[in-house]
């Protein structure tokens, strides 16, 4: 919400309430994960050590997470994104993906989730074609649709697509959680690269934090940190009866008559009439003169003590 609407004790470092949050999943796919597979078709466990290690501790650690999202309580449950184009070419892809190599075409093998942590029954698999998730998808549009307002991020690579969906979910109005240990980079050098360019958009905690807060039987005070939609303003009072309009006396009808010639005569088309009604409001109405009889005219005009202006046009 606007600033001005937050106390100020307002922080970022608030627990998930579960209901209203989802867990997001980047790029463990098979293309980018596994060695001599895909991307690293060239390139065994040994050559590249920290990474595959590091992915394996990552879905290990993500599997309690899942389970916990999966139980009902979390509003969003779990959400997957794998870099896969919507065509089977992959014409569709970014830019960026192409001249890096990430082009997947629809159906193609290497796209699907690692087998580890495998998506189930109502989880939601979304293929992106860039780098950011939420500028490559509508991801968004399907997380408000869930009422989600938290979202807890794991991932490949931390510097990378991880940190660019933190940085996007939370300028798009979200409180990120970062699972740190659900994270895999290149190296430990590149991972906490990562972890630091997100400390500003985000709170950095464990797998197992993130467990006990989508466990938890209730919700925190403050989790709630949405202000409640304003509450409509109660229907203004119904206005005194119009009292029935008298019709007007000969010589009333006769100075309106004269008058309303000599308007024509000057060129006059319009006569728009203001008064007080018995309510106290202000109303106004425009008359095309040629139309308008003489005895509507004095009715309308009203000759009376609430008349508040008469112009000519």
Known sequence: GHPHTLPPSATRDLPLSAAHSAVLVIDFQRHLSLPLSGLHAATP??????FF?????ATAALQPVLAAARGGACGGGVVYTVIEALRADGRD??????????????????AEVLPAIAPMENDVVIPKTACSVFNATNLEYVLRNMGVRQVALAGQLTEQCVQSAVRDAADRGFLVTVIEDACAARSEEAHARGLEGMRGFARIV???????ELLAESAPEQAPVIPSATLPSPPPPPLPPRPTPRSPSHEVLAAVTAVRAVLLAGGTRLLRITVVDPSGQTRSKAIVLKDAAPAALARGVGMTAGMAGLGIA
């Not at 993906?97 to 093998?109: P, R």
């Not at 464990?206 to 006990?212: C, G, K, P």
């Open 45 to 50: 466990r040994s050559a590249l050590p920290y």
């Open 53 to 57: 290690d590091r992915v394996d501790a």
């Open 93 to 110: 892809s970014s830019l960026d993906y192409k001249l890096s190599g990430l082009v997947l075409g629809k159906g193609a093998e290497g």
């Open 206 to 212: 464990s797998a197992d934090q993130v467990v006990r």
